[in-house]
């Protein structure tokens, strides 16, 4: 997984690229550094760029919506499509976690 990040204004916005898996875990600090050091209200994740989502990166996002909710800052998930999407879909996150098309 790769990613880039732009702030603007009101929110941090991060475009998430490849494939979030098990191996990509070390990388998550470096997003979590990002939400705390965030003076932004919102937390995007824009994942139109990414391929593939196991179950550890589902449980990725279950952690970064927790560090942003700890922080009253909001996360919205931006994007997912085809099977991303339907993992996202499968294990009910959108109950949890803002997810937009």
């Known amino acids: 997984m790769d990613f880039k990040t732009t702030t603007t204004g009101d929110a941090t916005e991060v475009r998430l690229t490849g494939r ?3 191996t990509d ?5 470096d997003l979590v550094n990002l939400v705390e050091q965030s003076q ?5 994740l824009d994942l139109s760029g990414l391929e593939f989502i196991d179950s550890a990166g589902l449980g990725m996002l279950l952690i970064l919506q927790d560090e942003t909710e700890t922080r009253n800052i909001k996360m919205i998930v931006r994007g997912p499509t085809g099977d991303v999407r339907r993992s996202i879909e ?8 803002t997810v937009e098309s």
């Open 40 to 44: 932004a209200r919102r937390f995007v």
């Open 20 to 22: 979030l898996e098990f």
């Open 25 to 29: 875990h070390d990388r998550l600090s």
């Open 90 to 97: 499968l294990a009910r996150l959108t109950e949890i976690i």
